[in-house]
């Protein structure tokens, strides 16, 4: 986010503040996604969370990366670019995937 934020224009200390601002928000959802928590099913909240995450990844990470794809296409190192884009994408897959096979073997204290 503080990067795109900075390639939109931002001076650093705005990216930093619109940045804070919007981790601080998290503490929003934290509260509604207990209330709610208690009143709805638990997988209905984790997939609604699950497609907004995926909302913001389509519709704002991928024109970054394809924005930056193509600068390295000009200047000659467009396989590097795919491979770095690709080894994130499919480490985030794979950590998702081990997630949601292990879920019930999770314990937390």
Known sequence: DFVILLNAGMTIRQALFFNFISACCCYVGLAFGIVAGSHFSANWIFALAGGMFLYIALADMFPEM???S???EQNGSA???FAIQNAGLLTG???MVLLTMYSGQIQIG
């Open 70 to 72: 193509r600068e390295d």
């Open 93 to 95: 897959f794979t950590i």
């Open 66 to 68: 394809n924005e930056v």
């Open 79 to 81: 396989f590097i670019t």
